[in-house]
């Protein structure tokens, strides 16, 4: 059965992301441009020459591992994984972009489509199961599809990455669309499996980014891509174990790409996450806190707040600092496309201010004649 998209984001008016996007900020590194020879290799060599890989390199501090002791070895794994972060910082501008596409395709009622193999595919159906608690998104709008299928996701399934046909059935049940964007993950670069998700979103007109950490088949398939986010950690310290700071820079991007992507669209507010679903006692915990906090009222009516508003956090933040109803603000926010910030600029609220609204001060006293 084809899995239906979620319709509760339709028919409702929002905001547009243009209108809400702050100017860019200048980044602190440059993004790694490849010369023109190497994109001719890249092009000229085949995708199987896996020892031309990076992530298959042996690392040179590598040769003498099982000698060193335990904290040596401990000491050499963490000092490498600071090259996870310089790599992911070289990489924001692209990073940016995908999570502008990745917003403008969530507002358009498509969905964001993880798919990958291994690590990389486990790391894209974790980010894609964090996103509905922590923001309120339907899960039927973060998708993630796995090599192997569901059980891959605790142990190996020999091959599967290999086959890009088990892809293309994954799409077609999805219904893969243009509406949708597709997030395909290979730390190697070759992997047929995500390879193939490029090529039938391709022909599916879906719109896409690529993630990888190996430069010559990042560069091989550039144009095949919207947005391509190259993470050059360089050779692990075990050599071809992409789990170690391959891992570790795809799962920065996937954090920045989709929270960027939720505040894009309203879901974060003043650093909190204000459509968080609070399943557990820590969360409706939580819940209270937002709500007491950015409201500035005492926990009793924020409880109560809360509880007026079905336990949606902006519903009962919106009631406070609208000064209306739950009803009314449930209007108010669906105008504004279900952006707070937006909802309150409306109302000619500062919604950067403290606590409640600030009334005007009375006028002064009349003068006795």
Not at 59 to 75: D, E, I, K, N, Q
Not at 87 to 109: C, S
Not at 176 to 182: A, E, I, K, T
Not at 233 to 245: D, F, I, N, Q, W
Request: charged share 25%.
């Amino acid at each position: 059965m084809p899995t239906s998209r979620s319709s509760s984001s339709r028919g409702r008016p929002r905001a547009s992301l243009a209108s809400r996007r702050p100017r860019p900020e200048p980044e602190p590194a440059p993004e790694l441009k490849p010369k023109a020879s190497q994109k001719r290799r890249a092009a000229a060599s085949p995708a199987t020459d896996f020892a031309a890989l990076a992530t298959e390199a042996p690392h040179p501090r590598g040769a003498a591992l099982h000698r060193r002791s335990t904290a040596a070895v401990v000491r050499l794994l963490l000092e490498e994984e600071q090259k996870s972060q310089a790599a992911a910082l070289r990489a924001q501008g692209a990073i940016a972009r995908a999570a502008e596409l990745v917003a403008t395709a969530l507002e358009r009622g498509g969905r964001l489509i993880y798919v990958g193999a291994g690590t990389s595919g486990r790391l894209g159906a974790l980010d894609a199961a964090e996103l509905p608690p922590t923001f309120g998104l339907d899960p039927a709008r973060a998708v993630a599809v796995l090599a192997g299928g569901p059980a891959a996701l605790r142990h190996a399934v020999e091959g599967a990455e290999d086959r890009a046909e088990g892809v293309r059935r994954a799409f077609r049940r999805l219904e893969v669309g243009p509406r949708d964007v597709v997030c395909a993950i290979a730390a190697s670069g070759v992997t047929p499996f995500a390879r193939g998700a490029l090529d039938e979103a391709v022909v599916r007109g879906a719109a896409r980014i690529f993630i990888t950490c190996t430069p010559r088949a990042a560069w091989a398939v550039e144009k095949q891509v919207d947005v391509l986010v190259l993470l050059a950690v360089g050779p692990e310290m075990v050599a071809g174990s992409t789990r170690l700071k391959a891992g570790t820079a795809t799962k920065m991007a996937l954090n920045a790409i989709s929270t960027a992507a939720m505040v894009r669209l309203g879901k974060v507010w003043r650093g909190r996450m204000v459509d968080l679903v609070a399943t557990s006692a820590k969360l409706r915990d939580r819940a209270v806190r937002i709500v007491a906090e950015l409201a500035g009222v005492e926990r009793e009516e924020a409880a109560a707040r809360l509880s007026a508003a079905g336990g949606h956090v902006k519903l009962a933040l919106a009631s406070v600092l609208l000064g209306c109803d739950v009803a009314a603000a449930q209007r108010r926010l669906e105008r504004a496309g279900g952006d707070l910030e937006r909802a309150l600029e409306l109302k000619g609220t500062s919604a950067r201010g403290e606590g409640r609204p600030r009334t005007p001060p009375p006028p002064p006293p009349r003068k006795r004649r």
